[in-house]
């Protein structure tokens, strides 16, 4: 059982009288990143490249944090980790340069689950001739069926750009299943976790993903974002970088104005949150790093269960609700992202009544606006949506629905 007073000491934030359940919007950050930015900036804020020792000393912080990034995704090699502003950016930044190899009538296959961040960069390359189509949500189980997209590609499809988990439905898809499929059919694919990693382990070489991004900001961190791509294929990419910075170099190729010293220096407060984690609750247990981080996910989502059972129980119980995804809270189908739709009240009407109990909810599409046109849930004004993480309690849950009950 995972020791909740313990975790949520790790966040100044939770010490207000308020409770946060927007966290698939930005979660709340640890104490150990405000610390690293505040150390970078006061002990390191210098240019890189310098021979002189403050700059050379924050060269090598950064080369370690990037190492450690790496080691959390499992990645081959510290080249493989890619630093952007947003995951926003970064898959922007690969549709632009990935697609120069590809040719007019190649084919690009999006979903209508998807944040649009892993849509409208494929969506734009349309104006380059390149042919994208959409693997379509089953609206009767809200699941994407593999069956549907072996049937969209074809010899022409290069890549094919799919959620790990819907930040609407909660949804897990099957990545690895969905990868092997892609490859077979001589594809490649990108893989948006950003829904998905503060909820599990990332381990892209079991994923065996091309591409894999997720942001820091929603995973107990700064407004930073990351992406994984194999080197092989990274290599292959054209610089977006300047005309020196040629296309051997990876990654910084593909991080103009290079990238934010201070926030990526802070991720190591979380690599090593769930290391912390891991001693706490196991001791000086012996375990590889990759171990270590499988127990500590195996706890993060053992909890979060018992949170969603908490509130999809309550909501199952409402004949006027609508579950917008699985309503089940089987941690191996789904994350706490829980969405749902009432027959009576528009979503903002929900959660503004919500709003005055200092509770953090939202309503609306959350950039999935292509999933909410396909459920035909737009005259509802989206959906409303409880994003719960592990560092919530089983009291906030209760009060919530207590909330609730004085609504519907």
């Given at each position: ?46 240019q890189l490249g310098a021979s002189y020792k403050v700059s050379a000393e924050a060269g090598g912080k950064l080369k370690y944090a990037t190492s450690r990034i790496a080691e959390l995704v499992n ?334």
């Amino acid at each position: 059982m995972m020791d909740i007073e313990y975790v949520r000491e790790q966040f100044p934030a939770l010490s207000r009288d308020f409770i946060f359940m927007d966290n698939a919007g930005g979660s709340q950050v640890l104490k150990k990143v405000i610390e690293r930015i505040s150390g970078y900036l006061v002990h390191h804020n210098v240019q890189l490249g310098a021979s002189y020792k403050v700059s050379a000393e924050a060269g090598g912080k950064l080369k370690y944090a990037t190492s450690r990034i790496a080691e959390l995704v499992n990645a081959s090699r510290d080249e493989e980790v890619v630093i952007g502003s947003s995951t926003t950016m970064l898959q922007r930044i690969l549709s632009l340069t990935i697609s120069s190899q590809w040719k007019k009538g190649d084919e690009v296959i999006v979903t209508d689950t998807d944040h649009e961040a892993n849509v409208s960069p494929w969506m734009d390359l349309q104006e380059k001739g390149i042919k994208v189509k959409t693997w379509q949500v089953n609206k009767e189980t809200l699941e994407l069926e593999i069956s549907d997209l072996q049937k969209l590609m074809t010899e022409r499809t290069k890549l094919v750009a799919v959620t790990h988990a819907s930040n609407v439905l909660g949804t897990i898809n099957p990545i690895k299943k969905i990868t092997q499929a892609v490859h077979e059919a001589g594809a490649l694919i990108c893989v948006d976790g950003v829904a998905y990693a503060p909820h599990r382990k990332v381990d892209v070489k079991d994923l065996d993903a091309d591409f894999y991004t997720f942001s820091w900001y929603k995973t107990f961190g700064p407004h930073l974002a990351v992406m994984y791509g194999k080197y092989e294929e990274l290599a292959k990419l054209d610089s977006i970088n300047h005309y020196f910075i040629g296309k051997e170099s990876v990654p910084y190729k593909l991080q103009p104005g290079n990238f934010n010293f201070e926030l990526t220096y802070s991720t190591l407060g979380i690599i090593e949150y769930y290391d912390e984690i891991f001693r706490h609750h196991f001791g000086a247990e012996k375990a590889s790093y990759q171990e270590r981080l499988t127990r500590t996910f195996e706890l993060i989502a053992s909890h979060e269960e018992k949170l969603a059972t908490l509130l999809l129980d309550y909501l199952n119980s409402v004949p006027e609700v609508r579950i917008i995804g699985i309503s089940e809270a089987d941690r191996s189908k789904r994350v706490p992202t829980i969405s749902f739709v009432h027959e009576k009240f528009k979503s903002e009407e929900i959660v503004e009544k919500v709003d005055g109990h200092r509770i953090g909810i939202r309503f609306g599409d959350f950039y999935a606006k292509k999933l909410i046109q396909a459920l035909d849930l737009e005259e509802k004004n989206g959906v409303v949506r409880v994003s719960l993480v592990h560092y919530n309690t089983t009291e906030e849950v209760r009060k919530l629905i207590g909330v609730f009950k004085g609504i519907f």
